[in-house]
């Protein structure tokens, strides 16, 4: 069964401010991981997040992490962040269990 992904309005900015080739990356990796299987966690590509209720993960695309969580077969992509942004991204709007 193929999860339907989400794009929270914060991540489709993100994706804009990506340069174009950047973004067609980060769409076919949202299709291919995201739908199939979000939370089939990975050693290089999804990681599940210690320590936050939300985001639930990260996925991995080059020097760019989304962070999504998993509810009821959807997927919700909150942000899509330089890797160099993660950890204020992450000290501003993740949430501690």
Sequence with gaps: MPFSVVLAPEAVEDLNRLKASARSTVKAALQTHLQSEPEKISRSRIKR?????????????????????????VVEVLAIVPKSETSIWLAQFGKAQ
């Design 49 to 73: 997040l210690r320590g936050l209720s939300r985001p639930q993960y990260r996925l991995r695309v080059g020097d760019i992490r989304v962070f999504y969580d998993v509810v009821d077969g």
